[in-house]
């Protein structure tokens, strides 16, 4: 199958998914493994985006960063497909991107490119470490030109142990893909 109909047909598993009895349970196990990860609990700075509908809310893992004074640095996206990552703290000043995504207003300082570890987003992700983002690029772009550890979180239908969609040669992998302990059916049937 392309990336473009899985994508679509991904979007659509994840959303039904989210609004189940199913979906917080699963989330706060992930919250968990995430919390008691070494890489996570040793590194000073994450790089981390701010959640949308149908993602895994990341503002309980901003909270967690903070508590343990972690800095948090969120991407700043630019029409050429970069980012940056840029000091996101309580008093951080947010706009709206054309993807409907919340940024920093101002990025042109507190900049850390790449923060030590970078919690990645995905609407999929393999038992070989790919991972299927939402079709811009950015995270694969900003991988390519600024290595760092990569961590992401995986719902039980979010994860495949093989990997259904096409990778190409710009797909960067994910360094360690934490998964839900819930009834995993790991082709998502």
């Not at 706060?28 to 895994?56: A, H, K, V, W």
């Not at 299927?132 to 900003?142: H, P, S, T």
Request: aromatic content about 12%; overall charge negative; hydrophobic content about 35%.
């Amino acid at each position: 199958m392309d990336k473009v109909s899985f994508r679509k047909k991904q979007i659509d598993l994840v959303s039904e998914f989210m609004k189940s009895d199913k979906a917080q349970k699963e989330i706060n196990d992930l919250y968990m493994q995430l919390f008691d990860d070494l890489d996570f609990q040793n590194t000073p700075s994450i790089g981390i985006t701010l959640s949308m509908n149908d993602e895994i809310p990341t503002f309980p893992i901003i909270n967690q960063c903070w508590e343990m004074g972690k800095d948090v640095y969120i991407p700043k996206t630019f029409a050429n497909y970069s980012m940056r990552f840029v000091q996101y703290t309580k008093d951080t000043e947010l706009i709206e991107s054309s993807f409907g995504v919340r940024e920093p207003k101002n990025y042109e300082n507190n900049i850390m490119d790449p923060p030590d570890l970078l919690i990645v987003p995905g609407l999929a992700y393999s038992q070989s470490k790919n991972r299927l983002g939402f079709g811009a690029g950015y995270f694969d772009r900003y991988l390519a030109k600024h290595p760092t550890k990569t961590i992401s979180l995986a719902s039980s239908r979010q994860f495949y142990t093989d990997t259904p969609w096409p990778i190409y040669v710009l797909d960067k992998p994910i360094d360690k893909i934490l998964v839900s302990k819930g009834d995993v059916d790991a082709n998502n049937q």
